[in-house]
């Protein structure tokens, strides 16, 4: 009943040229597939142009963040409104770089999740352990603060469009990906504290990405766990190949 989703998160990367030639590249490549649904998340200011190469195709498009409020005076930031306007349907929230570099916490990330599901856009909110965390044993209760803190408050029928990702920090941008067994017994617990938090039918259909290091090589074994229902990617997003590869893991022969 999950639809597996492989996410594509550019991040601080391409310019307008760029992006014209990784869509060009990538929506032929992808577009008849249909039991697999892809996102591409790029900057805020290539949004627009996104969406008008996006239109009519099967590929979704995100945001890698978003402002708290509705509008007002918040230098810099970027509401949900402006968001859909420019052809988003999706964003990522609380990722390990926006917690780590920027300083996001559990209540920020909280109030922007809320304000992604008033707005119809439909978050991705992510969570994961830094490896400090990992060998002190505390890899769940690091998750398990995370998802209460960005959940804080929310009923069942606030979660019908919640995406999880599950991003370990050390398997972030180090090539080092997390086992197919680590990732699930991560996504189980997830999965389990959705059922416990908001109900069995949350729980089963709500998708639980796997991101860090994600590649062709990677991919197949993470797929074929059970509570792997997609990735989230960074570094092998930007090129078409190794994006494709990803989106058609298993039949890449
Ligand atoms: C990410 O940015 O969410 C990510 C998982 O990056 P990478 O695939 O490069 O590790």
């Given at each position: 009943?999950?639809?597996?989703?492989?996410?594509?998160?550019?991040?601080?990367?391409?310019?307008?040229?760029?992006?014209?030639?990784?869509?060009?590249?990538?929506?032929?490549?992808?577009?008849?597939?249909?039991?697999?649904?892809?996102?591409?998340c790029?900057?805020?200011?290539?949004?627009?142009?996104?969406?008008?190469?996006?239109s009519?195709?099967?590929?979704?498009?995100?945001?890698?963040?978003?402002?708290?409020?509705?509008?007002?005076?918040?230098?810099?930031a970027?509401?949900?409104?402006?968001?859909?306007?420019?052809?988003?349907?999706?964003?990522?929230?609380?990722?390990?770089?926006?917690?780590?570099?920027?300083?996001?916490d559990?209540?920020?990330?909280?109030?922007?999740?809320?304000c992604?599901?008033?707005a119809?856009?439909?978050?991705?909110?992510?969570?994961?352990?830094t490896?400090?965390?990992r060998e002190?044993?505390?890899?769940?209760?690091?998750?398990?603060?995370?998802l209460?803190?960005?959940?804080?408050?929310?009923d069942?029928?606030?979660?019908?469009?919640?995406?999880?990702?599950?991003?370990?920090?050390w398997?972030?941008g180090?090539?080092?990906?997390?086992?197919?067994?680590?990732?699930q017994?991560?996504?189980?617990?997830?999965?389990?504290?959705?059922?416990?938090?908001?109900?069995?039918a949350?729980?089963?259909?709500?998708?639980i990405?796997?991101?860090?290091?994600?590649?062709?090589k990677?991919?197949?074994?993470?797929?074929?766990?059970?509570?792997v229902?997609?990735?989230?990617?960074?570094?092998?997003s930007?090129?078409?190949?190794?994006?494709?590869?990803?989106?058609?893991?298993?039949r890449?022969?």
């Amino acid at each position: 009943m999950r639809q597996p989703l492989i996410a594509g998160n550019w991040k601080m990367n391409l310019v307008r040229d760029e992006v014209v030639s990784l869509l060009d590249a990538l929506v032929p490549a992808v577009d008849g597939v249909e039991d697999r649904d892809v996102l591409v998340c790029p900057a805020f200011p290539y949004l627009a142009l996104a969406a008008e190469r996006l239109s009519g195709t099967r590929v979704r498009l995100g945001a890698q963040d978003m402002g708290w409020e509705a509008k007002g005076a918040f230098t810099g930031a970027v509401s949900p409104a402006m968001l859909a306007d420019c052809g988003a349907t999706d964003v990522i929230l609380g990722h390990s770089e926006r917690r780590h570099v920027f300083g996001e916490d559990d209540a920020m990330i909280r109030r922007k999740v809320g304000c992604a599901i008033d707005a119809g856009i439909r978050p991705i909110l992510c969570v994961g352990e830094t490896l400090d965390e990992r060998e002190a044993g505390e890899t769940w209760a690091v998750i398990e603060r995370q998802l209460t803190g960005g959940l804080d408050g929310l009923d069942a029928a606030a979660c019908d469009t919640l995406t999880i990702a599950y991003e370990p920090v050390w398997a972030i941008g180090t090539g080092h990906t997390a086992t197919p067994a680590q990732a699930q017994e991560v996504h189980r617990q997830i999965r389990g504290w959705l059922a416990e938090r908001f109900g069995d039918a949350v729980a089963a259909r709500t998708r639980i990405l796997y991101g860090g290091s994600v590649n062709p090589k990677t991919i197949d074994g993470l797929m074929a766990e059970s509570d792997v229902d997609g990735g989230l990617v960074g570094g092998a997003s930007l090129k078409a190949a190794d994006f494709a590869q990803l989106v058609n893991y298993g039949r890449n022969g």
